[in-house]
């Protein structure tokens, strides 16, 4: 069922089809949306790389148990200097193809009754936008919480809105520099740098992210430096972003950096009060994928 704003307009066609029109109040100007499409086959194999039981670490709602479900592929290409690389680059710097099915969604959930969360993250997950789709149909069916982590690059009008938007905008310290080596042993180039930075800060899709799905919160990635900060508290206030729904990141893809930064990040968020979010899962295990 799509999901239907209160001006819309609705077109049934006569095979069952809707067609759904925006009209602004007092005027009679329709604006064609969009329905976002399903996904029809359950066995495909999807741009899915990781699906597993694990605990969210970050942001509002860590602590709780959940379902992880990781897509492959993203707009973004991330690199922190000392803080590392994008900490999935297999899905992003180097993005690997996937291997689950939606069945394997399902059946992961069938095991694990008991949990009644989801972190649909990635790579960029609303790069498929049918996945993402198909997710608020089953989470809605499951009594199901989602929240997609989103670095805010693309802007999807769900069927049904989804529960929380993690939202994690990329900032200059995101900027691969040239000739750093990659992961996999590539050199970043002109090329590289200019697809990260295609869709680097897309305040229009993040805009209508906010004000179209339940609830949001705000988790910038932080290098310890004024530069970084000045330019996370700018957006800040610029999308009229609550503190409270702020949560600062440390940069860092090994326990090692996270070691280092974590005493940063205690300091500057007690001064500015902003909220911290750790990265627990790399505290925890490392550079261990699936956890």
Not at 106 to 118: F, G
Not at 201 to 220: E, G, Q, S, V
Not at 224 to 245: C, Q, Y
Not at 251 to 273: C, H, I, N, S
């Amino acid at each position: 069922m799509q999901h239907i704003m209160e001006n819309d307009l609705i077109y049934e066609s006569p095979n069952g089809g809707k067609t759904v029109y925006q009209r602004e109040i007092g005027s009679s100007d329709r604006k064609l949306v969009n329905k976002l499409k399903r996904i029809e086959d359950y066995n495909k194999v999807l741009p899915v790389l990781e699906v597993y039981r694990c605990v969210q670490s970050e942001g509002s709602r860590f602590g709780r148990p959940t379902i992880a479900v990781r897509t492959t592929g993203c707009t973004h290409r991330c690199y922190f200097g000392e803080g590392g690389w994008c900490d999935s680059w297999y899905t992003s710097i180097h993005p690997e193809k996937g291997t689950f099915t939606f069945n394997d969604i399902i059946k992961m959930y069938d095991e694990n009754p008991q949990v009644k969360e989801m972190m649909l993250t990635g790579g960029s997950p609303t790069m498929h936008p049918a996945l993402v789709n198909e997710i608020t149909h089953f989470a809605n069916e499951r009594n199901i919480l989602v929240t997609i982590e989103t670095e805010g690059s693309h802007f999807l009008e769900t069927d049904y809105p989804l529960d929380l938007i993690s939202l994690s905008p990329k900032f200059s310290n995101s900027v691969p520099v040239l000739g750093a080596v990659t992961p996999n042993g590539a050199i970043a180039d002109e090329r590289m740098v200019k697809v990260h930075n295609r869709l680097r800060l897309n305040k229009d899709a993040i805009r209508k992210t906010i004000d179209y799905h339940k609830d949001y919160h705000f988790k910038p990635v932080w290098n310890g430096t004024d530069e970084n900060l000045e330019e996370i508290e700018a957006f800040r206030v610029e999308m009229d972003i609550p503190k409270e729904k702020t949560f600062v990141m440390p940069a860092g893809d090994t326990r090692e950096q996270l070691v280092k930064m974590y005493p940063l990040v205690f300091e500057m968020v007690a001064e500015k009060g902003y909220n911290m979010t750790g990265r627990d899962h790399i505290i925890a295990y490392d550079t261990e994928r699936g956890v």
